[in-house]
């Protein structure tokens, strides 16, 4: 059975703009199905685990203040090639780059910030969407 999963993250950006429900609908559209969801605030023991693979880079202090500016909408989707499909979805991580069609390309832009607000997470593997996984729903 080669269904996968894959951790989304509604970042703090699109929460305070009011884009939750367009972009879990562009998840559904797609026909993916929503196995968990939670919205949460996220502490620094989390992103820090989360984020392991940028500690050290210029724009990670940064990342991790705005992803504790408010809450984060986590979702478990789940769907043949979701991990693949989701980022094809979500468009490259530039937002000002990422193409009209996605979900960086339709609804994000550069604020001229350190760090690239850019709406959503997706994981990039299925080791890292395991991984990802059991950290924002340990109790799944
Ligand atoms: P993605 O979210 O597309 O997987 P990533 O894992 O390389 O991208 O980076 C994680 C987040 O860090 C990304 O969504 C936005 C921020 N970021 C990455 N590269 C950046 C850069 N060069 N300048 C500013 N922010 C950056
Ligand atoms: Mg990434």
Redesign the pocket.
Known sequence: ENIERTLVLVKPDGVRRGLSGEILRRIEAKGYTLVNLQLRAADDALLAAHYAE?EGKP?YAP?VDFMKSGPVLAAVVEGHRVIEGFRTLAGT?DPTAALPGTIRGDLGRDWGL???Q?LV?GS?SPESAEREIGLWFPQA
Request: glycine share 0%.
């Open positions: 940028h724009f990342l991580t350190q760090v690239q850019n997470h990039d």
